[in-house]
């Protein structure tokens, strides 16, 4: 089948896409956009995170004909060619990054938090990112990346 | 006085040794540009997928492939019979790339197809037909060893004992005042790194193939995929792509054999990406332990002897068993002075899952029984368990049980006096947020029925490989003028697996060289070895062995400039400077057109093998040690446990990159964390219940404590910087200290781990 979506402000289409296929694959496989990752495909450790008309969702679960005619953002469409977004660069100065596997889950995860509250406290913040799983860091450092990038975001407003 | 006019100032360089400069991958992975090994992408390629035994052991009767070779879209389908030479092993062959007549573990590759689509591959493989014949396994690692149990490699001399390592010490029946027993199991643990066993493998047209793969060791990988494929070593290249994560679980071959034949038979690439179920199938996992301990002590709290049995369960094939059980052996009685230890310890073939190489390699387990036997004597001596493991902590200068002598500092008294003395996390009064009590947002508890306990472990692990094995680091070091500025190009074969040695390299480079900009050429097999990315050991030997290269090519530099008229005696902010750091010309100027490159070959000291009978000798380069506090909720009436906070303590010789240092730190206590209350592969007769992440627990942020760390640099004077290695002695200790927490809280003696809510409310 054919797949027509939105992908970082861009209308793609896909093309002899099986029915089975999620969007994870198709973003994967089919459009290049290999950030997504696919730690298990199961739904469990939100690695693979991205906007799906603003929500985060696991592309995982997403059937890629239930994306047909709408909008995805992925985490190669969060900062620009030139400059990282706030989130990612608190993720690279904090040190949360170590394999880097997560990260990309991650930050599309803290990205929706630091706007969405961005005075989160703590425990709003482990809540928040409770979905997604790292096997490298204890979360210290991710804790702090998201904490840096929440001042980052507060003082874009202000 | 004399003075010097026009002196150029020296500029020194930032990011060097002592620093923590930003990972130079990490705006890459961040923004999800880095090419992991599930990210590669060919013209024209196709998909592997492998078919695997669903029986833990049964003879292979008929294997029928026809039915699959029909699916359109199948361009291959392998078994056995084309693989040129089907035995490969990381340290004992024993092992077939696809089974031949047997299969002796649930999940052992039978055959591989290649497809144009991984749906379709897999189908395929569903529509190979094997005809089983179902045997009984072996299952209980104590009854292998028995002389009538089935023999599961016939060719092994020892049945199925894969390593039967004694540890012989001192008194044979030493007396003493006071005996504590203890018998304590430890669980089979996933390494769960988060990138999947993953590859792509491309046919030459020389003949050969090029594999892209995420491993921790790409010669040993190329070694044996060069006799599996009966193909010279020039013909196997192999390019490091993205790892994600490895913890041990990328030591053994995965799919790297089936993905190399599959692009050499189809001419075609070829990407094979496990599930993740496939995934706990793809790998070897942490051996279960059954550990039989005696401590005796003196009424004053002297330890006297320590005796042992350790059994740990290898499962199917050897993959590092044998060294793991070296390791549970010669660091089975821990951190401290015994004059008398009598310890054995065993590495079996069952059919269970195969089990190897996992972050601590064998001291994990030794840590947890041993911790809780120091517990357990402490109880008995009325005495406080922190003072009894003071009381007996090694230094240096203690004669270790193997015989031999810890050389460098060994500060493991002050690494207990150090997280007691952190404050302990205040009793909350009041309401309580879900959040932080056991049982979260399930809202078990408002903290009716929660008890707090506090713990300690304290723990022991050899960096690099031990017991004679000779453990090299290649490093090929350029430095050249581009652009009108010197650059430094550093090449290793060394895996970068998220631990940050890319970023390590450069600071050696910088440090080194005094050079600012510094290229970390890609990891491929166009460099000699640079041995593998575990025992906590390519700082110390691939970081010894670019700092050599690095030597030379300074010496290399200060030649030219001795030719040039230049009494230079060293390189600083891109300059030569003379003995009392006078700038005398720039580095550029020097060089010119020059470029300056050296390849070292680097050892650490050499180690020797134990003696069979008494298990003595130099086993160990080096010895590393961490202090772990834990304090822990228990919802006592669910059995529900909150981990409230961790406080680590470790010596590290050096922090070469003090912020990696403490990621290391907060990673490997996390994955003890894991061990001592979430994670198990539950294996049943043979067969895994839990293949997924829904049923096997990792640690997610809410499971993860704050942690307050102290780092301590008591340099080893053996080592390159002084430095010791850092990423598996948090991973020991704060399992023990978190079940010894659950103890204080529940009066429970709690000897296995994973601590699980029946055996606090069931017991």
Not at chain 2, 8 to 15: A, E, K, Q, R
Not at chain 2, 99 to 120: F, K, L, M, N, S
Not at chain 2, 428 to 437: F, S
Not at chain 2, 597 to 622: C, I, N, S, Y
């Amino acid at each position: 089948m054919r797949v027509n979506v939105e992908v970082n402000g861009e209308q793609r289409t896909a093309d002899d896409v099986w029915p089975g296929e999620s969007l994870l694959y198709v973003l994967r496989e089919r459009l290049g956009l290999p950030g997504a990752k696919n730690a298990c495909e199961q739904g469990e450790c939100g690695s693979c995170t991205v906007y799906l008309d603003g929500t985060p969702v696991c592309a995982c679960l997403v059937a890629a004909g239930q994306v047909e005619g709408r909008s995805v953002r992925t985490v190669e469409g969060l900062g620009s060619a030139e400059e990282l977004d706030p989130v990612q660069d608190a993720f690279v100065r904090t040190g949360a990054v170590q394999c880097g596997f997560c990260t990309p889950g991650l930050v599309v995860a803290a990205h929706d938090l630091v706007h969405r509250k961005p005075d989160a406290s703590d425990a709003e913040i482990r809540e928040a990112l409770a979905g997604n799983l790292c096997r490298c860091t204890g979360y210290e450092k991710i804790l702090d990346a998201v904490r840096m990038a929440a001042v980052a975001v507060k003082e874009q407003r202000s | 006085m004399t003075t010097t006019t026009q002196q150029p100032l020296i500029t020194n360089v930032t990011g060097g040794v002592g620093d923590s400069p930003m990972r130079p991958d990490g705006a890459q992975k961040t923004r999800g540009e880095f090419a992991y090994s599930s990210d590669l992408w060919a013209d024209d390629m196709l998909w592997g997928a492998t078919l695997r035994s669903p029986h833990p052991y049964a003879r292979v009767k008929g294997l029928d492939i026809t039915e699959a070779l029909k699916l359109p879209g199948v361009h291959a389908v392998l078994t056995h019979e084309d693989v040129p030479d089907n035995i490969y092993g990381l340290e004992h062959p024993d092992q077939p790339v696809l089974a031949v007549d047997i299969v002796r573990y649930q999940g052992e590759p039978v055959a591989i197809v290649a497809a144009d689509h991984p749906e379709t591959a897999r189908r395929a493989a569903d529509r190979i037909v094997v005809d089983y014949e179902v045997l009984t396994p072996v299952t209980d690692a104590e009854a292998a060893m028995r002389p009538d149990a089935p023999v599961l490699h016939p060719a092994h001399e020892g049945g199925n004992i894969v390593r039967h390592a004694p540890i012989r010490f001192g008194e044979e029946n030493p007396v003493a005042d006071v005996v504590v027993t203890g018998e304590y199991t430890v669980g089979m643990q996933d390494q769960a790194f988060l990138g999947p066993e993953s590859g792509l493998a491309v046919p030459a047209e020389d003949g050969g193939v090029d594999l892209y793969i995420a491993t921790q060791w790409l010669h040993a990988d190329q070694r044996q995929l060069t006799k599996a494929l009966a193909m010279p070593e020039d013909k196997v290249r192999l390019h490091l792509a993205g790892v994600g994560g490895a913890f041990g679980a990328r030591e053994d071959l995965s799919m790297q054999v089936h993905a190399c034949l599959l692009a050499l038979h189809t001419r075609k690439p070829v990407k094979i990406v496990y599930g993740r179920e496939e995934s706990f199938f793809g790998h070897v996992h942490r051996h279960p332990a059954l550990m039989r301990y005696e401590h005796g002590a003196t009424r004053d709290g002297d330890l006297v002897y320590v005796k042992a049995e350790i059994i740990l369960d290898g499962g199917a094939y050897a993959s590092t068993t044998a060294a793991v059980t070296g390791n549970a052996a010669t660091l089975g009685a821990g951190p401290y002075r015994v004059p008398n230890v009598r310890i054995d310890g065993y590495g079996v073939y069952t059919n269970n899952p195969p089990c190897g190489a996992m972050r601590g390699f064998g001291a994990v387990q030794a840590c947890f029984a041993y911790e809780s036997q120091m517990d357990k004597l402490a109880a008995a001596l009325d005495m406080d368990p922190v003072d009894l493991r003071i009381r007996n902590a090694a230094e240096r200068g203690t004669v270790m049980p193997t015989g031999q002598v810890i050389d460098s500092p060994a500060p493991v008294a002050e690494l207990l006096e150090l997280v007691r003395a952190k404050p302990l996390p205040a009793i909350p009064t009041g309401p309580r947020d879900l959040r932080e009590l056991p049982g979260g947002v399930s809202n078990t508890t408002h903290g009716e029925g929660v008890v707090r306990g506090v713990g300690y472990g304290v723990g022991i692990k050899n960096v690099g490989f031990s017991e004679g094995f000779d453990d090299y680091s290649t490093a090929r070091v350029r430095l050249e003028v581009i652009a009108g500025e010197p650059v430094v190009s550093v090449h290793t074969a060394a895996a970068e697996v998220g631990q940050g040695l890319v970023t390590l390299k450069a600071q050696i480079a910088r440090t080194e060289l005094g050079v600012q900009r510094v290229q970390i050429q890609p990891s491929n097999t166009f460099v000699g070895s640079a041995g593998s990315s575990s025992a906590s050991r390519q700082s110390y030997v691939t970081g010894g062995a670019v700092r050599a290269a690095c030597e030379e090519v300074r010496a290399g530099v200060l030649e030219l400039a001795a030719a040039r008229g230049f009494a230079a005696t060293g390189l600083a902010g891109g300059k030569v400077v003379s003995a009392t750091n006078e700038v005398l010309a720039d580095l550029v100027d020097v060089l010119g057109d020059e470029v300056v490159e050296r390849t070292v070959e680097w050892r650490h000291r050499p180690t020797a093998p134990l003696d069979p009978v008494t298990g003595q000798g130099f086993a160990h380069v080096q010895y590393a040690f961490a202090a772990h506090r834990a304090v822990v909720d228990v919802d006592v009436e669910l059995g529900l446990v909150r981990v409230v906070e961790l406080a680590c303590a470790q010596d590290v010789g050096r922090a070469m990159n003090p912020d990696a240092v403490l990621g290391q730190i907060q990673g490997g206590s996390a994955q003890g964390l894991g061990l001592a209350v979430m994670e198990e592969i539950q294996v049943v007769d043979g067969v895994v219940r839990n293949p997924s992440f829904t049923d096997y627990l990792i640690p997610t942020v809410l499971d993860m404590p704050p942690m307050t760390i102290d780092v301590l640099e008591r340099a080893d004077p053996h080592a390159p910087y002084g430095l010791r290695g850092v990423g598996e002695p948090p991973t020991l200790s704060s399992t023990p200290a978190i079940a010894a927490a659950i103890r204080a809280a529940t009066g429970l003696a709690l000897s296995r781990v994973p601590v699980r809510p029946e055996h606090i409310v069931g017991a």
